[in-house]
Antibody, heavy 119, light 110 residues
Framework: EVQLVESGGGLVQPGGSLRLSCAASGLTFSSYVINWVRQAPGKGLEWVSALSGSGVGTYYADSVKGRFTISRDNSKNTLYLQMNTLRAEDTAVYYC????????????WGQGTLVTVSS | NFMLTQPHSVSESPGKTVTISCTRSSGSVVSSYVQWYQQRPGSSPTTVIYEDNQRPSGVPDRFSGSIDSSSNSASLTISGLKTEDEADYYCQSYDSTFWVFGGGTKLTVL
């Protein structure tokens, strides 16, 4: 059974940093593109970033480019999202999401971790 | 960049059939696959359709997806509606290196 478990969310001040983790099990982790998708309170879904299975191909939404860095440790079956220079508009639940085989959408979602940016 | 536009809400009775549309603002809807996600209140999303019309294992065949090039839109159809289908539904597609989500449709089953 596939599991994606996010952690690392919390309350952070504007301008601060936070690192999210996504621990995966039940899949050959290095074979899949994994994404971060976020959802602001009461709002819709927004794609944030994606990383290829090898860790070479990285992709970012314009809204986070230059501030967020996605990475992975395939030996630990874990995906990370380093978030710097956080803004109030980054407040959201962040979901870890396994891509479809062609990496064109999500086939499986984690439960999410809440990030709140506020003073 | 393109946008995906969905109706804000739809409602239908149990046992009936409902269709939710997702219209692409620019570029062709047939040029890139569309996915559909269900999100029940207080839960994380789940995938009900991927690559236009494929169902992940465990998703009942009451859920189906289609593409209409004439209206440049995708559709999610749910037949034999159940109260448990009440949820928000999001379409999603992509363009080169980024993904785009629709704004979501709230389905009420009453």
């Amino acid at each position: 059974e596939v599991q994606l478990v996010e952690s690392g969310g919390g309350l952070v001040q504007p301008g601060g940093s936070l690192r999210l983790s996504c621990a995966a099990s039940g899949l050959t982790f290095s074979s899949y593109v994994i994404n971060w998708v976020r959802q602001a309170p009461g709002k819709g879904l927004e794609w944030v970033s994606a990383l290829s299975g090898s860790g070479v191909g990285t992709y970012y939404a314009d809204s986070v480019k230059g501030r967020f860095t996605i990475s992975r440790d395939n030996s630990k079956n874990t995906l990370y999202l380093q978030m710097n220079t956080l803004r109030a508009e980054d407040t959201a639940v962040y979901y870890c999401a396994k891509s479809t085989p062609r990496a064109l959408g999500v086939i499986f979602w984690g439960q999410g971790t809440l990030v709140t940016v506020s003073s | 960049n393109f946008m995906l536009t969905q109706p804000h809400s739809v409602s239908e009775s149990p046992g009936k059939t409902v269709t939710i549309s997702c219209t692409r603002s620019s570029g062709s809807v047939v040029s890139s696959y569309v996915q559909w996600y269900q999100q029940r209140p207080g839960s994380s999303p789940t995938t009900v359709i991927y690559e236009d019309n494929q169902r992940p294992s465990g998703v009942p065949d009451r859920f189906s997806g289609s593409i209409d090039s004439s209206s440049n839109s995708a559709s999610l159809t749910i037949s034999g509606l159940k109260t448990e289908d009440e949820a928000d539904y999001y379409c999603q597609s992509y363009d080169s290196t980024f993904w785009v989500f629709g704004g979501g449709t709230k389905l009420t089953v009453l």
